[in-house]
């Protein structure tokens, strides 16, 4: 298996701020690396696939970026509504792994 | 838009088998490179993928969980159905279906349904 590991797993932040998360591949995924929102009691929502290619509908202020083992999500402005966990998933192999998830919490 | 709810029980009884159905609606589960995921998420914790299933019936498990599931699809209900046996309290999760686009990769899951918690208790 793939192991995703993401940093940190708990972040605390203020709106306007500007967020990094880290994820990184136990082995090369090329940029075969998607993002992932959830909200408590929701769904996770897809933000960004193949490590930097934004969802429909998704605000520009997250971008990604990376490739062969290391990937950030970037928010460059945090809103309200961006205070959610964050997960990553590798789709290089069909076994799909997910990261163990970063809070975001308002500071 | 694509739309997908999962149904099913949300309590079953250890040793026995757990057994959810996605209902597609907005589109086709045949549509070609589009493949049919369970994932689960158990309580407070990260998500798992359990396996997919493509509308030919072509099914990959995660080894993890291989012998004790079972993915099926039924094209005429556009449905597709997980079965996962000889459940214990470890198996107490939110039960999501999604879906994923693949073009030889996959894009990851951007349609989900709302999940479903099924809790296994005597």
């Known amino acids: 298996d793939i192991q995703m590991t993401q940093s940190p797993s708990s972040l605390s932040a203020s709106v306007g701020d500007r967020v990094t998360i880290t994820c990184r591949a136990s082995q090369t995924i090329s940029r075969y690396l998607n993002w992932y929102q959830q909200r408590p009691g929701e769904a996770p929502k897809r933000l960004i696939y193949?490590?930097?290619s934004l969802q429909s509908g998704v605000p520009s202020r997250f971008s990604g970026s990376g490739s062969g083992t290391d990937f950030t999500l970037t928010i460059s402005s945090l809103q309200p509504e961006d205070f959610a966990t964050y997960y990553c998933?590798?789709?290089?192999?069909?076994?799909?792994?997910f990261g163990q998830g970063t809070k975001l919490e308002i500071k | 838009q694509v739309q997908l709810q999962e149904s099913g029980p949300g309590l079953v009884k250890p040793s026995q088998t757990l057994s959810l159905t996605c209902t597609v609606s907005?589109?086709?589960?045949?549509?070609?490179?589009?493949?049919w995921s369970w994932i689960r998420q158990l309580p407070g914790k990260g998500l798992e993928w359990i396996g997919y299933?493509?509308?030919?019936?072509?099914?990959f498990y995660n080894p993890s969980l291989k012998s004790r599931v079972s993915i099926s699809v039924d094209t005429s209900r556009n449905q597709f159905s997980l079965r996962l046996s000889s459940v214990t309290a470890a198996d107490t999760a939110v039960y999501y279906c999604a879906r994923d686009f693949n073009d030889g990769y996959s894009y990851g899951f951007a349609e989900w349904g709302q999940g479903t918690l099924v809790t296994v208790s005597s």
């Open positions: 998933q590798q789709s290089y192999t069909v076994l799909y792994t």
């Open positions: 193949r490590a930097s």
């Open positions: 907005g589109g086709s589960i045949s549509s070609n490179s589009f493949y």
């Open positions: 299933i493509y509308h030919s019936g072509s099914t």
